[in-house]
């Protein structure tokens, strides 16, 4: 997906539209409003996006839009990538050389912020990490979706009032009690 830096004024906002594809099709749901009830409505929605406090497909519904959502099957895509690395980087946990090429990404990732590419890198460092680590794709994924889980259920402090350059760690005095651990599929490496 290509990337559009460029700003548009609407009404009294000027909205800077920076990941093409979905902040495009928010402002061509917006329009042009043909009365300043409709401008004013318009124009929350999409404040409210651009500050966070709404998702992106709630805006487009607000807006009037559809939201069309293309499935991706995290399971099979590590079945794949597992024989892709197996083949091409050999057996074993290879902790440290995964590791190491983390860091790297990290550092490429803090000297360009807007690569996609660089993000996804670690990404596919992690789940690689993973499954190394012998966890089978079906317990990586379950793993994803529990501790999502339990981070949406945490205390976080306004993100608002933290420094955007300092971590922003969950509220520890209001943790909620353990979930239950994964039953998970973690044996030995059969690499």
Known sequence: MSKVNASVEYGPFLIRAVEAAKDAYLLSLAGTP????????????????????????RAIRDLGGTVELKSFDLIAHLVRQRAFS??????????KGVLDHIRKELAEIESDPSDISEWVDVIL??????????????????????????????????????????????????????????????????G
């Open 86 to 95: 197996l083949k091409t980087f050999g057996p074993g946990p290879r902790t």
């Open 34 to 57: 043909e009365s300043n009830d409709d401008r004013l409505a318009a124009g929350e929605v999409l404040v409210a996006y651009a500050q966070g406090d709404i998702d992106l497909e």
């Open 125 to 190: 460092l992690a789940l690689d990490g993973a499954w190394r680590a012998g966890w089978e794709p079906e317990a990586i994924a379950e793993a994803i979706e529990a501790k999502q889980t339990k981070n949406e259920v945490r205390n976080w402090p306004d993100w608002r009032t933290a420094d955007p350059d300092k971590a922003i760690e969950h509220v520890r005095s209001a943790e909620k009690p353990a979930a239950p651990r994964l039953s998970g599929n973690c044996g030995g490496f059969d």
